[in-house]
């Protein structure tokens, strides 16, 4: 297989813009599109804050890594992740088994704002949010290093731009 039909494998901290990004190239690419976010909360019938709030960060990092191992990779596709599946370095193996991975960074300004906008992210209910994206930020910065193949910077660009910017590196025509 050549490196081109390789899948497109998502990572990146909250906000991003991975899920969002994710479904635009799976649309345009008509490639099938895993979100493991989705798969989880699909599996448990319960959203990702209820599987936190059930079984802990721990309960919530098994599933993630449970979904991640049951994704078919026989064909492209298209793979969205959550923010902390690099954690694991069993799952980064996987995800660079699967395909290619593409880092999606933002200035932590642009981040903060975008993730003002949603209180649905159960590791940001903290007493001062913007110190904790900071915080896990500088602790998660070498985990994407590490697992990522290329960075695309998301701060001044909108999801189509992004897009581009992936296929371009992929050496993807649309
Ligand atoms: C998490 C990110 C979330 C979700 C969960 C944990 C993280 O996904 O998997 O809340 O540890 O960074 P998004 O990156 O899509 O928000």
Redesign the pocket.
Known sequence: MTKALRSIVLI?????G??SVGRLLARESGWPRF???EL?AAKSGMP??AI?AKLG?EG?REA?SSALEKIDGAQPSVI??????V?RPENVRRLRALGRVVWLTADLDVLRQRLSRRA????LQTRDPAATIGA?LAH?HKFYKDAAEFTVDTSGLDLQQVAQAIRDELRIAQ
């Open positions: 990146g901290f909250m906000g991003s991975k899920s979100d493991i976010d989880i990702i804050r936190f960060e919530f993630e969205a992740t959550g923010g902390g599946i954690l649905n992210r159960p590791l896990l998660r």
